[in-house]
């Protein structure tokens, strides 16, 4: 099983989305945010931000370039 919540594995996951979206013709822009120790979880977690809302991407990559 791979843990997506370390930083090596939110960096991981954050290109597949970014990647995903891309070859739809979206640009995605998803960072990775270290969170720090969570009791609950008992170790450290890193996040993923997005400027995608509910999910979903919220510019074309064509209106970038033009």
Same mark, same amino acid.
């Given at each position: 099983? @791979? %843990? *997506?919540?370390?930083?090596? =594995? &939110? %960096?991981? *996951? &954050?290109?597949?989305?970014?990647? $995903?979206? /891309?070859?739809? =013709? $979206?640009?995605?822009?998803?960072?990775?945010? +270290?969170?720090? $120790?969570?009791? @609950?979880?008992?170790?450290?977690? @890193? +996040?993923? /931000?997005?400027?995608?809302?509910?999910?979903?991407? @919220?510019? *074309?990559?064509?209106?970038? &370039? =033009?």
């Amino acid at each position: 099983m @791979t %843990d *997506l919540c370390d930083r090596d =594995g &939110a %960096d991981r *996951l &954050a290109s597949k989305i970014q990647d $995903f979206w /891309r070859k739809r =013709g $979206f640009d995605v822009v998803v960072e990775a945010k +270290d969170e720090g $120790f969570v009791s @609950t979880m008992r170790s450290a977690r @890193t +996040d993923l /931000r997005s400027n995608m809302i509910n999910g979903m991407p @919220t510019r *074309l990559a064509e209106a970038e &370039a =033009g």
